[in-house]
């Protein structure tokens, strides 16, 4: 392995990366710098070299952007969860939109005909769920609950999150210190967080749900049992996998969250997948539905459904919709959820989307409209099974870019679709994650 050159050196910024670092060129190479930002001249250090870039890190600021601000939280730059604190929170979303547009340029050669102004929200204590890395120190003789640091090797040492809602990220330390007073507290390697909304008997909507390696003895239990019952937390407990998740306090939590827009109510369980920023689903939800523009006689197929995000609002709208989910668990409360709120008019089915769909009989129904709301991966194999002409319009809700990007061009340049209109929605603000959406016409 070539030997890295430790000597500090300036470089003038050009652009920024996917991940929200700083990309200049050195030698005619380009080299891509944690902490620096377009315009600016940096000091910096190289930190690891490869065959078509290299990687460095900014030492000093020496001409700094109009858009860099102060980061709020003490552990910008050590800790992984945020990678965007330092630029305007203005011109954060308008780099996610580049991205985006890039990507489908790129990789899908496709231009949207519009693109539509970026959906935002709360900045600061957005994130409803989430993991916290759980590390006992013996070094520095404490417990660590945190995200993983830029390093993934570590746990970054935090006493706050500022991207977390206030109830959790403000107790990091409270958590810390708990897990540090168990016999088990090298046994505990994460902590599960989500939050639903406050329920009538008290109960603050949020739960806790501790993974640990080996039993844990009855004054650990009574420990985290008097936690959650001064904070106003669900404690769980998770000795094994997904399924040996079980409540340590209360006997019977209600977790559930509202969306009165649509008169709908979730109920869900503490390792359920819910979009993180509850602002900004809601926006979501209503840019989605303005785009299907779904009337009263579709019916509407929506994949990847979940719990039924989409679906049961939909649901409030069309003849009838059709959720499709790989995940048995996610099917069961999307149709409990159904139950629930007292909707008909909406069937699910489990179904891996990855794999051959050709024996399902929801896959020989005629429908009207169609929406896509994917893992990472996307959706390219479950597009080549159905029948495209069936659709009158798409819309696909993506989490990452360069997916939407490769489907997007398959949808125009092999089935003669239109892209109409795309654009990003800040589902994680200071974070270089891109939540995105688009829209398809025949």
Not at 194 to 214: M, N, Y
Not at 231 to 257: C, K, M, S
């Amino acid at each position: 392995m070539a030997r890295i050159d430790q000597t500090p050196f300036e470089i003038e910024i050009t652009g920024l990366t996917h991940d929200g670092r700083g990309v200049a060129r050195r030698d005619g190479k380009a080299i891509f710098i944690a902490g620096a930002l377009p315009g600016e001249r940096v000091m910096a250090k190289q930190t690891s070299r490869s065959r078509h870039f290299d990687e460095a890190a900014t030492l000093e600021v020496l001409q700094a952007s109009p858009d860099r601000v102060q980061p709020r939280c003490p552990h910008f730059g050590t800790c992984g969860g945020c990678a965007l604190q330092h630029l305007d929170e203005s011109q954060q979303i308008l780099a996610k939109q580049r991205v985006l547009m890039e990507n489908l340029e790129r990789i899908g050669h496709v231009t949207p005909e519009r693109v539509l102004p970026p959906l935002v929200d709360r900045q600061w204590g957005y994130r409803r769920k989430g993991r916290f890395s759980v590390r006992r120190v013996e070094k520095k003789e404490k417990t660590l609950v945190g995200f993983r640091e830029n390093d993934p090797r570590f746990v970054a040492d935090l006493s706050q999150c500022h991207t977390v809602i206030e109830q959790i990220g403000g107790r990091i330390t409270g958590l810390a210190q708990l897990v540090d007073g168990l016999q088990a507290r090298r046994d505990i390697p994460q902590i599960e967080f989500i939050a639903g909304d406050p329920q009538a008997d008290g109960f603050s909507g949020i739960a806790l749900t501790f993974r640990h390696l080996s039993p844990l003895s009855d004054a650990d239990r009574d420990a985290l049992t008097a936690f959650g019952q001064r904070e106003g937390f669900a404690i769980f407990l998770q000795p094994g996998g997904v399924d040996t998740v079980h409540p340590l306090w209360p006997a019977n939590p209600r977790l559930a969250f509202r969306l009165p827009e649509w008169d709908v109510e979730f109920l869900f369980r503490p390792l359920d997948f819910i979009q993180v920023n509850a602002g900004l689903n809601t926006r979501m939800i209503q840019s989605t539905l303005d785009l299907l523009d779904p009337q009263p006689g579709d019916r509407v197929l929506d994949l990847f459904c979940g719990l039924g995000n989409f679906t049961l609002p939909l649901a409030r709208r069309v003849r009838e919709v059709v959720g499709v989910e790989g995940e048995a668990g996610l099917v069961r409360r999307a149709r409990e959820n159904a139950e629930h709120n007292g909707i008909a008019n909406a069937q699910f089915h489990a179904a891996d989307l990855g794999k051959d769909l050709s024996d399902h009989t929801w896959m020989r129904e005629g429908f009207d409209r169609l929406l896509l709301d994917p893992p990472r991966s996307g959706a390219d194999f479950v597009l080549t099974q159905l029948p495209l002409k069936q659709f009158r319009r798409i819309v696909y809700v993506s989490c990452h870019p360069a997916s939407l990007a490769r489907d997007a061009g398959y949808l125009v340049n092999q089935h003669g679709w239109k892209l109409r209109a795309a654009g990003v929605m800040d589902m994680f603000p200071h974070t270089a994650h891109v939540e995105s959406i688009a829209m398809f016409e025949r």
